[in-house]
């Protein structure tokens, strides 16, 4: 405390700041808590050690087992016989049989175990896993967006440019120290990071590489529903050899019509009903291995020795390469572990995982593998063939039921991928359903349902035999596990900051073995494995013209948004022509910047405005979920004592797991946080200056921070963008009575704000939660005696000498009042929602290519795609749609 007294008075006489100062307490914005510590908000993903209750861990457990272990589970069904049919041509020696299952045991720990459940798992974003979701994870991290519309408040840094120049020195050196006690991981992120951000090439590469495995898992999700229910239906054969290939074939077609018409029902319920079949499934396959094992050759458990590897290559040097695209089949399905995390958590992946799966599985690959020691020719049915005869139809329905489930994982993994994309602004418009109100993560999208259905149709009515589909599986598996391994290098670089030998083990060893992998279904390619290639190519465009031309919108406006003075000025000099309308008219716009440029041709064609216009942005962060008190960001067009043009900007911010509000909730949460904005405002309006003024998180000014930066440099004025959320308020009000060592323990990397009184008395703003809580509105404190509302914010000299030098009088808190009322009353007299509906096309002296891209593929998905009213549930008897033009 000593380091903050000050000279107050004349005379020189110097007096402790310890009747009026308060101890320093650092504000966290609840996004910035997101974004540097798990904990989501509803979200079940990813929860503190200790902190996730067993019964609700054990209930996931159960879960997870029906969603996301079925296409692992069922993979049993193929692996030996795409191994050896696509391979060696049939079990060339009986040796060859320990290499395959030495081979499966070693990929399935490798893959599955060592790099998706514990290392994968732990980069999530937040409580959800996948490609996209690393591509967030980095995103947060370094500024690798392609769309430029990041914002101050994103980033939660300091925005003031004027300050002590003691205070400044001070900050410097300890900033040198700190850059010279650095790591050396350290300082290497802060490469990757600068690596990242400056080179545009390595930017659109990333982004190219997550929509790459996003194309493939949307592949998967077509081909693995179609290879798994074929296979099983398969094994009918046995008892009835007089059905023909194209009886299968439509039965299995009957079947997975039957599996997507229930989707809509959502994952939770799905999870419940699958979950006990998959359960039995996985006991039944395990003893099954048990018998085979103690039956005919229990010594193939000397497969554990990876020298029988070597020896397998050594002895089939090509035919055993090949072979490997048989072999990778083992592992499918671990890409949904990691996608559908949002689902779940990393605990109950784990215990699920460890006590069901693995000793199931592995039991059987080895059962089967002893079978064929004996019984070698039996290779093309070895699952159906091993089973004891008195089992077969239990195995039999079993089996349909467990393939249609495994097809539930990959299923789930696309809805939860395309959601991310979307968000992200990658994908187009389609609509979401949230299945569960419990768990925010469970999806259902029904148009890309439909596409899946329709898709894994065609694909088995078209190939009809496993041994196709299974080669073209494999290479949306390899693809995919290889473009997670180059993120999560990146991750363990720039958000780890992992030891770099570390870092390269887990790059060599991951790379170069599923490059072998992948190497040897490309060799292939022909015989099925073009197929997901060719639908993730024509993902790959849709979503990259859909991507390049939401940029170049985005700067188009960018470079074209009118500045807030500009606006007064149009309205202002149309003069009588413009038209008061009564209501509140919201304007959504994609920009948060700026005002968008079909505000001005609205203003010129229709020369009326509402009497309440605030233009709305609906943003998506890259993070799964933003708290509500941090949703809104105001900023008042023109001056605060403007009463005839009453214009807001306001950014909504949304995680890409939060769920978009019916129209009447959001601008019913929207109106309840300007009310609190016009408070905040006016009060920080008086502090120092009408224009050197900060708002409150859901005021807070937004890119046009700059502004008032500028503005307040003049008056001597700090802006912070960090700010207590008001649920956080109270426990602001009791951290003043604390000891200032809490500051500490909550450091953010933040420069110290001091206490208000000595902030003020420096000339610079406060914070109206440092002045009162929001329970304390100003009628609650209007209508009591001044010394008593004093008391009632604190030490009664401490607040008449701040509301002395705040110049606050009752009769300011009554305007700010009637202000208030004013909104409600235009409330009450109708809402418009205006929506800016541009045309994008090519500039006329464009490239053909450009033309193609914009006049006529983005057109044709635009007009096929969810409108924005849709998306954002707006009523039609409310809807204005304003039409634009832009040249690209």
């Given amino acids: ?123 999530n974003d937040d409580g959800d896993g996948g490609t996209f ?16 519309n990041q914002q101050a408040e994103d980033e939660l840094r300091v925005v003031g440019e004027e300050e002590d120049p003691k205070r400044s020195l001070s900050r410097r050196r300890r900033g040198l120290a700190t850059l010279q006690l650095a790591s050396p991981a350290a300082m290497r992120a802060q490469r990757v990071k600068e690596l990242l951000e400056t080179s545009k090439p390595v930017r659109v590469s990333l982004f190219l590489l997550t929509i790459l495995a996003t194309a493939m898992v949307i592949s998967d999700a077509c081909l693995t529903p179609a290879i798994s229910v074929l296979s099983a239906v398969g094994g009918l054969k046995e008892k009835a050899p007089h059905l023909t290939t194209d009886q299968i074939v439509w039965m299995t077609v009957a079947i997975l019509i039957g599996l997507f018409a229930v989707q ?40 554990f020795n990876p020298k029988y590897i070597y020896d397998y290559f050594h002895r089939n040097n090509k035919s055993a390469w090949v072979s490997l695209g048989g072999v990778l089949l083992c592992f499918t399905g671990t890409e949904a572990l990691f996608a559908d995390l949002g689902y779940f958590s990393i605990r109950s992946i784990q215990l699920s995982f460890a006590f069901f799966l693995v000793p199931s599985v592995l039991l059987c690959y080895a059962g089967q593998a002893a079978f064929l020691r004996k019984y070698p020719e039996e290779v093309a049915n070895t699952f159906y063939r091993s089973t004891p005869e008195i089992l077969f139809w239990p195995t039999f329905v079993l089996a349909i039921l467990a393939s249609i489930i495994g097809s539930q994982a990959m299923i789930s993994c696309a809805f939860a991928t395309i959601s991310h994309s979307q968000a992200l602004g990658c994908f187009p418009r ?60 990146v991750v363990m670089l720039l958000v780890w900051k992992v030891n770099l030998v570390w870092v390269a083990v887990f790059f060599s060893v991951f790379a170069a073995s599923e490059s072998v992998y992948l190497s040897s279904v490309l060799y292939k390619f022909l015989h099925g494995g073009y197929i997901p290639v060719v639908i993730s190519a024509a993902l790959m465009a849709v979503m990259t013209v859909w991507h390049y031309v939401h940029v170049k919108r ?80 105001f900023r008042q067009v023109g001056a605060c004592s403007d009463r005839e043009h009453r214009m807001y900007r306001c950014v909504a911010r949304y995680g890409y797991r939060d769920p978009l509000e019916e129209a009447r909730d959001f601008v019913a949460s929207l109106v309840e946080r300007l009310q609190y904005y016009i408070r905040d405002v006016n009060l920080y309006g008086v502090a120092v200056d009408v224009d050197a003024r900060v708002s409150y998180p859901s005021s807070r000014c937004d890119s046009m921070a700059a502004t008032s930066t500028r503005r307040a440099s003049n008056h001597n004025v700090i802006l912070f963008s960090a700010s207590a959320s008001y649920s956080e308020s109270l426990a602001l009000a009791r951290a003043r009575s604390t000891s200032s060592g809490a500051t500490g323990r909550m450091n953010m990397n933040m420069p110290s704000s001091g206490s208000y009184t000595e902030r003020q008395l420096l000339g610079r703003s406060i914070y109206a939660e440092e002045m009162m809580t929001p329970a304390e509105s100003f009628s609650e404190l209007s209508g009591r005696h001044p010394l008593a509302a004093a008391a009632a914010m604190g030490s009664v000299n401490s607040c008449q000498q701040l509301f002395q030098a705040a110049k606050m009088s009752l ?64 009523p039609r008897s409310q809807l204005l749609k304003v039409g634009m033009s832009y040249e690209i």
């Fill in 133 to 148: 979701a690393l591509y967030s994870l980095i995103s947060r991290h370094a500024k690798v967006s392609l769309v430029p």
């Fill in 264 to 303: 809509r029902f959502g994952t939770d319920k799905v999870g419940y009903i699958f979950a006990p079949i998959i359960i039995l499934w996985l006991l039944l396959i395990g003893a099954v291995g048990v018998y085979n094992l103690l039956k005919h050759d229990i010594s193939v458990l000397r497969a």
């Fill in 811 to 874: 009769e300011e808190m009554a305007k700010i009042q009637e202000e208030q009322r004013f909104i409600e009353r235009e409330m009450e007299k109708g809402v418009v929602y205006i929506m800016g509906e541009s045309e994008v096309v090519a500039r006329p002296h464009s490239s053909l290519l450009k033309k193609i891209i914009v006049n006529y593929a983005y057109a044709f998905l635009r007009k096929n795609c969810r409108q924005g009213e849709k998306m954002l549930a707006i």
């Fill in 554 to 633: 985005y700067e188009y406006e960018l470079e074209r948004a009118v500045s807030p003075d500009r606006v007064v000025e149009i309205l202002d000099g149309a003069g009588d022509r413009l038209r008061r309308v009564p209501g509140v008219g919201l304007f959504y716009t994609e920009l948060v910047q700026g005002i968008p440029p079909v505000f001005p041709h609205l203003i010129d064609k229709i020369p009326s405005i509402h009497a309440v216009l605030l233009f709305v942005s609906v943003k998506h962060l890259p993070v799964p979920h933003v708290d509500v008190s941090e949703r809104f960001l």
């Fill in 1 to 123: 405390m000593a380091e903050q007294r000050e000279q107050l008075g004349g005379g020189g006489d110097e007096q402790e700041m310890v009747a009026v100062e308060m101890p320093v307490v650092m504000r966290q914005d609840s996004l910035f808590r997101d974004a540097s510590r798990a904990g989501g908000h509803g979200h079940h993903g990813m929860q503190q050690p200790g902190m996730e209750h067993w019964g609700k861990t054990l209930r996931l457990a159960f879960q997870c087992v029906g969603v996301l272990y079925g296409d692992i589970g069922t993979s049993p069904l193929y692996v030996y016989s795409s191994t050896f049919t696509s391979g060696t041509g049939g079990v060339g020696h009986t040796d060859d049989l320990l290499g395959v299952l030495s081979l499966i045991i070693y990929s399935f720990i490798l893959f599955t175990m060592v790099k998706y459940v514990y290392i994968a798992l732990r980069a």
């Fill in 430 to 489: 389609v609509k979401i359903l949230h299945t569960s109100k419990q768990y925010q993560g469970q999806l259902y999208i029904p148009e890309v349902n439909l596409f899946l259905a329709f898709a894994a149709c065609v694909v088995t009515v078209a190939f009809k035999t496993t041994v196709v589909i299974g080669e073209a599986h494999g290479i949306c598996v390899v693809l995919v596990m290889l473009i997670t391994t180059l993120l999560l290098t």
